[in-house]
């Protein structure tokens, strides 16, 4: 009977220690009944052949202990949903904090990290958040506790249907200028340091008409950036998020507007004779134009944003292709 | 593709049916082998690698009892159903039988 020894030592091999014994034990009982059926049903005794007949016949020595085994699953089928949704969700969520951290690190090193070295942190971030939401789902896996939320779900509190789906290259410009703009408006990043050495101090300065807008400024980008999170996440434009998108548009519009009505947005500081930029001084009121152009013209994009996030509110008109 | 997909609905349909004809086999005491033979006898052939570890499953949901005994100067290990496992094998007995019925009529209502 030596090929069922071997056979068992390599199955008692994948079983753990407790259960080895009265596994092996049973198997063995198992394959000499065999056999032993085997010799009686026909003349002569039970050969090397046989044996290694029945033994294939039993399968695998992997694929019997596994069936000794419980029923396990590192992420199972009721969670395995839940699981990927969380994995997309929070990939994109590091990836937000990635470019951000990205622009930040960047800029106010003058790009002195490479774009290897770039390719490698956003590689290491989003490993690193595909592993822990994954740790997190097979931890509740292996402790049988079963979230209940989907056995007590009711009708009521399904999301608002989904109107449109997003573009995502408008959606990621959109985070993109409203990032770019929160840090350089809470001076994380900040202008002047791109300045050579030579020039002594930037010469502009913010105008009058900014007084006030500080935190205005921050709350309605703040929520502009977090709404566009939001719906990248998401995928859709739905009612709510639209409404948030009208509301955030006309808040910046009408910031944009007041604001350029409200004074001198630049002021020259007084520069010494001798200095290059001498010229600015002259140049005042064509940035101060330029400015409130491009201000309008800020103003005039959300505008256009909101008018067509309005437009996806409206129901369709019956007889029009939509 | 096809093939594949027929085997595994095979499979899956197989399965309920093998545990019902090792219940009902056991309602007399068996050994491993005799078990296997008895079943094969009736028209139900199951693999090694399928019966024993479906008896060892039965056995630790409570419906099968065993014992070691020596016979034929050999130590075998006998099966039989316990209390719960005869309660549990009516019961099934019982459900396989509507379900039956039921796909006669539906197949009988396709004529």
Redesign the interface.
Known sequence: MEWVSRYLDQVGQYLPEDKRVE?TT??R??I???L??LAESRPGPVTEADEKA?LE???HPL??AR??HPLRYLIGPTLYPSWWQTVKQVAVLVLAIQVVAGLVVGLSTGWRIGAFDLLGLFINGQFWAFAVVTGVYIAIEFSGERPNHLDQWRAERLPAASVAPIRRGDVLTNLFSEGVFLLWWNDVLVLSRWLPDSIPAFPLQAGPAWDGWFWPLNIVFGLAFALHLWVLMRGVWQRPTLWAEIATGLGVIVAAIAICIAGDLVVVRELPADSALQVLGRAELFIERTLKIALLVVAGFTAWDVWKAWRLLLPPTPGLRT | MTNDAAEKLHSEMRRGAIVLGVLAQLREEHYGYSLRKALADKGLEVEEGTLYPLVRRLEQQGLLVSEWREEDKRRKRFYRLSDLGKATYEQLLKDWRELSASLEALNGSDK
């Open positions: 596994v049973e198997l009982e198992a000499e009944g065999e032993e059926g029945v016949r039993f399968g694929k019997v069936d000794y």
